[in-house]
């Protein structure tokens, strides 16, 4: 049990920490968006996604959403 109880608390510590990623990455944060980006194009505690990756990526080039 201790076990299970301690893999959610991870996977909570991880949504949140991916929730803080993209509102700093909304809010035009460059280096956040690359980053949510490389996560979307490896499907790093995110589903993979490549047009999320891209979009992502385009933003953080272009400064903006």
Known sequence: ???VAATA???TAQQESIDELRAKAEAGDADAQFDLG?????????????AEAVRWFGAGRRGDL
Request: charged share 25%; no cysteine; proline share 5%.
């Open 38 to 50: 490389v996560l979307y194009s490896n499907g790093d505690d995110v589903p993979q996604d490549d």
């Open 1 to 3: 049990m201790v076990l």
């Open 9 to 11: 608390d991870v996977g």
